[in-house]
């Protein structure tokens, strides 16, 4: 079975720019979360999906956005980048809460 | 807020046993996640433990104190391959919830 998939792999950026980065869970898995992570740090937590419905976000301003399609599939949207948002973006599905969540291989991020 | 603290770095030689601990403070708990994260990869799912006591699966072992807020991740027969990050994640938010915490990791270098 396949794992999960994030698109692109690679992407760069410039300042006050926006940016869309797409998360396919492994099939069956009805949750997806959107993580960052920055060099040095262990992953936070931005925003958890549960059957489309926003379960949770973290400690994130606005310009972060997200949504869960109805083949729960994801998308994570960046508004205005700010140089302090390249990271990597990671995306973990599960087959429901709360329990163990499948991350995949990240979004790596560089803003300009 | 959630408050998670394990050591920075670890080192051990090849065939030892090294054993990495995790204190956490956090509201809303379910259970506690290890992952293993090798530089500029995804975090990998290593265990959960829910319920008090300890986990083996292979040469990975997980033991959970609720009451004390703390865990452990036990690596037997050190491999060079077992260099990598080690994340303690804390799943909070109550059943329905599921999103993790991470702690900063701890970096553990096996040496021949």
């Known amino acids: 079975d396949a794992g999960v998939t994030q698109s692109p792999t690679h992407l760069i950026k410039t300042r006050g720019q926006q940016v869309t980065l797409r998360c396919s869970p492994i099939s069956g898995h009805k949750s997806v979360s959107w993580y960052q992570q920055v060099l040095g740090q262990g992953p936070q937590f931005i925003f958890q999906?549960?059957?489309?419905?926003?379960?949770g976000r973290g400690n994130f301003p606005d310009r972060f956005s997200a949504r869960q399609f109805p083949n729960y599939s994801s998308e994570l949207n960046v508004n205005a980048l700010l140089l302090g948002d390249s990271a990597l973006y990671l995306c973990a599905s599960s087959v429901r809460l709360p329990y163990e969540q499948y991350f995949g291989p990240g979004t790596r991020l560089t803003v300009t | 807020g959630q408050n998670i603290d394990q050591p920075t770095e670890m080192t051990a030689t090849e065939g030892a046993i090294v054993q990495i601990n995790c204190t956490y403070q956090?509201?809303?708990?379910?259970?506690l996640f290890w992952y293993q994260q090798h530089a500029g990869e995804a975090p990998t799912f290593l265990s959960y433990?829910?319920?008090?006591g300890l986990e083996e699966k292979g040469r990975f072992s997980s033991f959970l104190s609720r009451s004390k807020g703390y865990s452990y991740l036990l690596l037997k027969e050190l491999q060079m391959k077992d260099s990598a990050s080690y994340l303690c994640a804390p799943s909070v938010g109550g059943s329905t919830l599921g999103r993790l915490y991470f702690g900063r990791g701890t970096q553990l270098t096996v040496w021949p």
């Open positions: 956090t509201s809303g708990f379910n259970g």
């Open positions: 433990n829910v319920l008090d």
């Open positions: 999906y549960y059957e489309k419905e926003e379960r």
